[in-house]
């Protein structure tokens, strides 16, 4: 299943991502290969174990949608007159089947453009009623502001006691399995990818660390940051992963791997954090278009008409609108002159002062207008959904 930027056609989607832990009851030599880890050692007479711990994350199962329009972060629109229950619970039904009892992780503000889907996932999570689903909300954003992201620490101890009841898959080399996983961590935030990839990462040292103590690598009591190198391996593998799913998401690495990396925030992170965020801001409202054309291509929503761009129309014919052309015009011609009159010293200084007025108000009304009509500026997907998948999902 494929996703772009653009979350006009949702499919419901599952990303899995697994911890895989192979004990070899032997030396001390450790191998890790990304994107699952592999623990090897060595001793005179082997005996093999496989621990092996599963996560999911996943889009929040309503129907919504978040449109480009100019703004830096779009408000999530939910979908009217369609059955959110139905489809929550059908995508529920499945991943219990699958993967046993669920607790969701969910990361996404309690305030702002984001409140309204948070309280609508857990009133229909509440609504659906299933004993085997729990729900959890953690606002990462308020909790971890202003770089306390040692509150981190809350959500796990939270989370703890479940995970200790979920256990983890264990089997020897002879196919004996010794215990078995009951349950899954589902963490999402709004595009699943920096937020989750921090929570998963922690929840994945934490039972890694329980594997490596049951398995007699490290001594009970004994802290997987105790040993260094292994510990910064794990933890590039972590942000590795997430610069993986991100690049092909949104174009860029994932934001907030520095903390990922190293287990604090740092300056050189939050740059790279910057950068990154305006790339995506770029490539979400003037690049993507295009790429989500072309996954309702190769998907099979949208066919092509054989007489498509003689007789017919082709969606891709772009009806000229004035104001794409010449408000963009405006803004530069305005600002240029903005700058010119601000560096360029006038002996009058109250006309130099009005000509500094006029241009800005000239920029600010035109930039108003632009983002008014912020849907029109944007690289929308210019081909049509057929058939039922012609609404709008996500």
């Known amino acids: 299943h494929i996703r772009s930027t653009h979350i006009y056609t949702h499919v419901q989607n599952i990303y899995t991502y697994t911890l895989h832990t192979y004990i070899h009851t032997c030396t001390k030599h450790i191998h890790i290969y990304a994107p699952h880890i592999y623990i090897h050692m060595y001793k005179t007479h082997t005996q093999t174990f496989a621990a092996y711990t599963m996560q999911t994350r996943g889009s929040i199962p309503l129907y919504w949608s978040q449109r480009p329009t100019l703004k830096y972060k779009p408000s999530p629109k939910i979908a009217k007159g369609v059955n959110h229950l139905q489809g929550l619970q059908k995508h529920f039904d499945d991943q219990i089947y699958h993967y046993g009892q669920q607790v969701v992780v969910n990361l996404i503000d309690q305030k702002g453009s984001e409140k309204s889907l948070g309280e609508s996932f857990q009133s229909y999570v509440s609504r659906f009623a299933n004993c085997l689903i729990c729900y959890d909300a953690f606002d990462f954003h308020k909790e971890c502001s202003k770089m306390r992201w040692d509150r981190l620490s809350m959500l796990i101890n939270r989370l703890s006691p479940k995970q200790d009841e979920f256990g983890?898959?264990?089997?020897?080399?002879?196919?004996?399995?010794?215990?078995?996983?009951?349950?899954?961590?589902?963490?999402?935030?709004?595009?699943?990818?920096?937020?989750?990839?921090?929570?998963?990462?922690?929840?994945?040292h934490r039972i890694l660390e329980i594997q490596l103590q049951k398995l007699g690598v490290l001594a009970a009591g004994d802290k997987l940051e105790a040993k260094k190198e292994f510990e910064g391996i794990f933890k590039n593998v972590w942000a590795d992963n997430g610069d993986a799913c991100s690049a092909q998401y949104t174009g860029t690495g994932a934001l907030k791997t520095d903390f990922t990396r190293t287990g604090k925030r740092t300056t050189a992170g939050k740059l790279r954090d910057g950068y990154n965020s305006l790339a995506r801001y770029y490539f979400n409202n003037f690049v993507d278009g295009f790429r989500q054309d072309a996954i309702d291509l190769f998907l099979g929503n949208y066919e092509v008409d054989r007489w498509e761009g003689i007789t017919v129309p082709s969606p891709f014919h772009n009806q000229k609108n004035w104001k794409i052309t010449m408000l963009p015009l405006i803004v530069l011609i305005a600002f240029s002159m903005?700058?010119?009159?601000?560096?360029?010293?006038?002996?009058?200084?109250?006309?130099?002062?009005?000509?500094?007025?006029?241009?800005a108000v000239i920029v600010l009304t035109t930039v108003f207008f632009i983002l008014r009509s912020g849907e029109e500026f944007t690289n929308s997907p210019k081909l049509v959904h057929t058939g039922e998948k012609k609404q709008i999902q996500h």
């Not at 264990?170 to 196919?175: I, L, N, Y």
């Not at 078995?180 to 999402?188: E, H, P």
């Open 338 to 359: 903005l700058f010119i009159t601000l560096i360029i010293p006038s002996t009058n200084a109250s006309l130099q002062l009005g000509y500094i007025l006029f241009w």
């Open 168 to 204: 983890c898959f264990m089997v020897d080399d002879k196919g004996v399995v010794s215990s078995l996983q009951q349950g899954v961590f589902r963490t999402n935030c709004i595009d699943c990818l920096d937020r989750t990839n921090v929570v998963q990462s922690m929840l994945a």
